[in-house]
Antibody, heavy 121, light 110 residues
Framework: EVQLVESGGALVQPGGSLRLSCAASGFTFDRQAMTWVRQAPGKGLEWVSVISVSGGVTYYADSVKGRFTISRDNSKNTVYLQMNSLRADDTAVYYC??????????????WGQGTLVTVYS | QSALTQPASVSGSPGQSITISCTGSSSDVGAYDYVSWYQQHPGKAPKVMIYDVSDRPSGVSNRFSGSKSGNTASLTISGLLAEDEADYYCSSYTSSHTLVFGGGTKLTVL
């Protein structure tokens, strides 16, 4: 059974930084691209970023480009999202998801339960 | 990348069929057969119901079906059940190698 467990969500002030983690199990981690999706309170889903199996290819939404960095450690079956220069509109539940392929994300096959990031002043 | 366009809400009675549309552009929905549909109940994580336009993951009821014509994809739910009441989102792969979601549709089972 695929399991994705996010952690690291917290309250943070504008301009601050946070690193989210997503621990994966139940599948061959180093064969799947991984992605982050967020959902602001009461709003819809917004795709954030994807990382290829090797970590050598990454893509970002324009709204986070230059501020967020996705990475992965295949030895730990974990994907990360480093978030810098946080703004109020980054407040959301952040979901980790597994993509069906190895490089890009064409769909989100399995999802974690999410971790809440709140940016407040 | 602009969000895909979905109706804000749809409704239907138990046993009926409903269809939710998802309109994009020639850079996403129209360009690739990589449209997915997700169901999200309140307070829960999304769950994929359809991927690659019309494929169903194992365990998803065959009451859920997907299709695409040009820049518009559609999700049809037949034989509506009370448990189908949820928010539904479409997504599409894009020519920028990103993923774009629709704004979401709230399905009410009357």
């Amino acid at each position: 059974e695929v399991q994705l467990v996010e952690s690291g969500g917290a309250l943070v002030q504008p301009g601050g930084s946070l690193r989210l983690s997503c621990a994966a199990s139940g599948f061959t981690f180093d064969r799947q691209a991984m992605t982050w999706v967020r959902q602001a309170p009461g709003k819809g889903l917004e795709w954030v970023s994807v990382i290829s199996v090797s970590g050598g290819v990454t893509y970002y939404a324009d709204s986070v480009k230059g501020r967020f960095t996705i990475s992965r450690d295949n030895s730990k079956n974990t994907v990360y999202l480093q978030m810098n220069s946080l703004r109020a509109d980054d407040t959301a539940v952040y979901y980790c998801a597994k993509a069906p392929g190895g490089v890009v994300v064409t769909s989100c096959d399995d999802w974690g339960q999410g971790t809440l990031v709140t940016v407040y002043s | 990348q602009s969000a895909l366009t979905q109706p804000a809400s749809v409704s239907g009675s138990p046993g009926q069929s409903i269809t939710i549309s998802c309109t994009g552009s020639s850079s996403d929905v129209g360009a690739y057969d990589y449209v997915s549909w997700y169901q999200q109940h309140p307070g829960k994580a999304p769950k994929v119901m359809i991927y690659d336009v019309s494929d169903r993951p194992s365990g998803v009821s065959n009451r859920f079906s997907g299709s695409k014509s040009g820049n518009t994809a559609s999700l049809t739910i037949s034989g509506l059940l009370a448990e189908d009441e949820a928010d539904y989102y479409c997504s599409s792969y894009t020519s920028s190698h990103t993923l774009v979601f629709g704004g979401g549709t709230k399905l009410t089972v009357l």
